[in-house]
């Protein structure tokens, strides 16, 4: 495979974002090398005149220098939104290291998501930020299961870089998404990361898309046992596994005594206190379910 890669100027870097857990994305690239091949993230091809597969171009943004710090003072920037920002070519392009030499003393929140431990080069800027915080998404342990599913790096350079970072003080996050039914196996990886992390957020697989066709391709030839519950909840939109989860986990983490809570994302509890876990798998469309049976 060939990667294409150009470099593309923009007007801004700093986008209005309208994810729950920031007030602005930044994107220091357009596309993702990693190639996963359930990245949602592939819609994006439409917006960009690529002919390319996703994970077979990038385009190397190019700002302006960032004017009127003072207006994102507090405010939460998310980077990893819809492009990994420590994609292998970050390590010769700079862009996001860039990025944080910039907002450097504007007093932002910075929230970085990643698949790489090239993030452990940047660990003394990052420091200079209140409230950093570092994700890495881990939705198995399964090395095998995970080279199926994406190019990025191993499972364990993730949790190993994850440490180094809550060694340092620097508060992470393991994002356990998207949870594969029937694969994933999100009490083994909670019991496996929550000494090193302060939040762990779920999130369902939820398959729509050019890519919908080729995971249920890929359930169909790797874990043939899996295609009735797949099929179930892809094709029938049945929601009972992710309610069955769901109770699963509450037992689970109340006798492990980790709180579990739904759309929070407070980042006030103490440092050293045990991680969060929260549930975005859309437990709203799960409780609709729930009271249309039992009615």
């Not at 359930?38 to 994970?55: L, P, V």
């Amino acid at each position: 495979m060939e990667l294409i890669i150009k470099e593309k100027e923009v007007k801004s870097i700093l986008t209005k974002s309208n994810l729950p857990v920031s007030d602005y994305s930044v994107t220091p690239y357009i596309g993702c090398t990693h190639g996963c091949r359930y990245c949602y993230a592939s819609f994006m091809k439409r917006f960009t005149n690529h002919s390319e597969d996703w994970g077979e171009f990038l385009d190397v943004k190019l700002w302006p220098e960032i004017k009127n710090m003072d207006k994102y003072r507090g405010k939460e920037l998310f980077l990893g939104s819809v492009t990994d920002p420590y994609n292998p070519q970050e390590e010769t392009y700079l862009r996001t290291q860039t990025l944080l030499k910039q907002l450097q003393g504007s007093g932002v929140k910075l929230t970085i998501q990643t698949k790489s431990d090239l993030v452990l080069r940047d660990i003394d800027l990052i420091k200079t930020f209140p409230d950093a915080r570092v994700g890495f998404s881990i939705n198995t342990l399964d090395e095998d299961f995970k080279n199926d599913m994406d190019q990025a790096v191993s499972i364990e350079r993730r949790l190993t870089a994850m440490k180094q970072l809550h060694d340092a003080g620097i508060r992470t996050t393991c994002f356990i998404a998207p949870i594969f039914p029937g694969i994933t196996d999100v009490e083994a990886i909670i019991d496996r990361v929550k000494d090193q992390c302060n939040l762990i957020w779920l999130e369902n697989l939820n398959l729509r898309g050019s890519y919908k066709t080729d995971i249920l391709g890929y359930i169909k030839e790797k874990h043939p046992h899996l295609v009735p519950l797949y099929e179930e909840i892809y094709l029938r939109g049945n929601r009972l596994y992710w309610e069955a989860l769901d109770s699963t986990l509450h037992s689970y983490l109340s006798e492990h005594k980790l709180d579990y809570v739904r759309n929070d994302d407070s980042m006030a509890r103490p440092f050293d206190a045990p991680p969060v876990v929260v549930n975005f798998f859309y437990h709203e469309e799960i409780k609709k379910s729930a009271k249309k049976r039992m009615k």
